[in-house]
């Protein structure tokens, strides 16, 4: 019975696509994110893997050394 209530429904449908394509670009960021997070960690984990094997080889020399 109201004539108005039909434009009313129809006003939120433009916003709606604009949202969605907001949370599309959150969502972007964030697996942008995690890929950068997942890669550093790789990285660390490779460098801190290098350091534990020459403090490991360091330590068998030293071991060697003060046995002869």
Do not use: H
């Amino acid at each position: 019975m109201d004539p108005g209530a039909g434009a009313r429904k129809e006003r939120p449908k433009p916003r709606e696509p604009a949202a969605r394509l907001e949370k599309a670009k959150q969502r972007s960021a964030q697996q942008e994110l995690k890929q950068r997070q997942r890669a550093e960690i790789y990285a660390l984990n490779r460098v801190m893997t290098e350091l534990e094997q020459q403090q490991f080889d360091s330590f068998c020399k030293q071991m060697q050394e003060s046995g002869e």
